[in-house]
């Protein structure tokens, strides 16, 4: 559950598009090295697939800090 809260907060004004948020780009940029004018809707959803199992620690992490 706390996910789905998490990127609702996250994805704000970009629910339909998470590809397109600057806040999400930033995360991706930052923590993983793609940069953020080359995310689109493919590099975003294989970004997520690929690090499933880094981005659910992340969240167990933040679940934890929150």
């Known amino acids: 559950m706390f996910a789905l809260v998490w990127f609702w907060k996250a994805s ?8 397109m948020s600057p806040y999400l ?3 991706i940029e930052t ?3 793609l940069k953020a004018g ?3 809707f493919g ?3 294989r970004f997520v697939w690929e690090r ?4 659910g ?3 167990r992490w933040a679940e934890r800090m929150g």
């Not at 704000?12 to 590809?19: A, E, N, Q």
């Open 52 to 55: 499933r199992r880094d981005l």
């Open 38 to 40: 080359e995310i689109g």
């Open 25 to 27: 780009r930033w995360r």
């Open 31 to 33: 923590y993983w090295g």
């Open 12 to 19: 704000k004004g970009y629910r339909l598009r998470p590809w």
């Open 57 to 59: 620690r992340f969240l």
């Open 43 to 45: 590099e975003f959803w």
